[in-house]
C-alpha cells in the first residue's frame, strides 16, 4: 500500500483573492500575507479562508491573498510553504490536519515533516460524512456495505486526493468493515461531492462543512456520520459507531506558517486568532455555515500536531500489519 510518488507537479494554476483593502498596516512583518491553499476554491479549505480572512485582516490591518495550489492532497502547498516560502511572516498556509501528516507517513516521497511548520491555529473541525445522490440505490449506509460486499472493488466512492483525511477516513471503514471499495480520487472534497451529485460516482467521503448545504437541498443523502455521536445539524444522519463500526474521523482545519518565522510575527497572528473566540459575528457566521468551531492557538496547535502525528502512525502501521496478514 505504499504510495510512491506525488501526484501533482509542484506547479499548479494559481487563483488569487484579496481580502479589502485596509486603512493602515499593524501587523510588524508584512504590509501583505499571502495565504498558499493546497484545494481547489470551493471547498473547505477554501470555504474557511474566504469566513476567517476577513477578520484577520481587520485585526492585524493588512491584506490576505489566496493562492491556490490544488493537487497531492495538499502537498503542493505545503511543500511550498516549507521549501519555497519566506521565512518572514509574509507567507502562511491553511493546514489541514490529519492530511498534513497522512501525506508524509503514507509517502516517502513527501520530503516536509510536521516540524517544519510554525502552527499558528486550527479553527475548525470538521467530521467526516459519507453522501451519495439523493437518487442513489443505497438509501443506508447497510446498502452500500453490502454492494461492497457482493462485489469487492466495483463500488466507487471518491475522496478529496490520496493521502487526504477523506481518503484515510475510507481506508479506515474498509479496515473496520471487512470490506473493499474502488476509490476514486479528486482535488478537493468539493470535486467529489459534485461527482457524488451527478451520479459519475456511488459515494463520496467528505467533510460535514462542504456538503451541508447540498444536504439541506435534496441534493445529497446522507448515509453516515463519523462522529462519536450525532450532529444536531443532521439529527437524522447515524453514526457509522450507531452501526456497528467504531470508525470517528474528519478534517481539522487551520493555519501555520514556515518554521523559523519572527516571534514577533507568530505572536501578532495568534493573538489575530485567538480574538475569534470572541468575536459574535464570526462564531454566527460560522454557526450558519456549517463550521464546528474548535479554535487551538499557539503551543496547544503545536501540541495538536504532534498528537495527530502519533495517532496516524499508529494507525497506518496497524493497516499495514493488517494487510501483510491477508
Known amino acids: 500500500m505504499r504510495l510512491k510518488t506525488l501526484t501533482a507537479a509542484l506547479v499548479a494554476g494559481i487563483t488569487v483573492s484579496i481580502t479589502p483593502m485596509m486603512a493602515s498596516a499593524d501587523y510588524s512583518a508584512a504590509e501583505e500575507v499571502k495565504v498558499l491553499i493546497g484545494f481547489k476554491p470551493g471547498g473547505g479549505s477554501d470555504t474557511l479562508a474566504q469566513l476567517v480572512q476577513p477578520y484577520l485582516s481587520e485585526s492585524l490591518g493588512v491584506n490576505f491573498v489566496n493562492e491556490y495550489l490544488p493537487g497531492a492532497a495538499g502537498a503542493i502547498a505545503w511543500t511550498r510553504l516549507t521549501t519555497q516560502s519566506p521565512k518572514d511572516g509574509s507567507v502562511i498556509s491553511v493546514t489541514n490536519t490529519p492530511m498534513l501528516m497522512t501525506n508524509y507517513v503514507m509517502n516517502d516521497a513527501i520530503s516536509y515533516r510536521q516540524d517544519d511548520f510554525t502552527p499558528l491555529a486550527n479553527v475548525v473541525t470538521d467530521p467526516a460524512i459519507i453522501v451519495v445522490s439523493n437518487d442513489s440505490p443505497f438509501k443506508t449506509f447497510a446498502d452500500l456495505k453490502q454492494a461492497a460486499e457482493k462485489k469487492p472493488g466495483t463500488v466507487t466512492v471518491g475522496n478529496s486526493g490520496v493521502g487526504g483525511d477523506d481518503h484515510f477516513s475510507t481506508l479506515l471503514v474498509e479496515n473496520k468493515a471487512g470490506i473493499e471499495f ?17 451520479g459519475k460516482i456511488d459515494a463520496s467521503f467528505n467533510n460535514v462543512g462542504t456538503v451541508y448545504n447540498q444536504i439541506e437541498a435534496g441534493n445529497l443523502r446522507a448515509l453516515a456520520v463519523l462522529a462519536n455521536e450525532r450532529l444536531d445539524i443532521l439529527p437524522d444522519v ?67 500536531f504532534q498528537d495527530v502525528e ?16 491477508k
Open 238 to 304: 447515524p453514526t457509522l459507531k450507531e452501526q456497528g463500526i467504531d470508525v470517528v474521523a474528519g478534517s481539522s482545519r487551520g493555519y501555520s506558517a514556515p518554521a523559523g518565522i519572527p516571534e514577533e510575527a507568530r505572536k501578532q497572528l495568534v493573538a489575530a486568532f485567538d480574538k475569534l473566540a470572541t468575536n459574535e459575528e464570526f462564531l454566527a457566521e460560522a454557526k450558519k455555515r456549517a463550521l464546528n468551531v474548535d479554535l487551538v492557538t499557539g503551543q496547544e496547535y503545536d501540541q495538536m
Open 182 to 198: 474502488k476509490k476514486v480520487p479528486f482535488q478537493g472534497d468539493s470535486p467529489s461531492a459534485t461527482a457524488a451529485m451527478g
Open 310 to 325: 502519533s495517532q496516524v502512525k499508529e494507525m497506518w502501521a496497524n493497516m499495514e500489519a493488517s494487510d501483510s496478514q
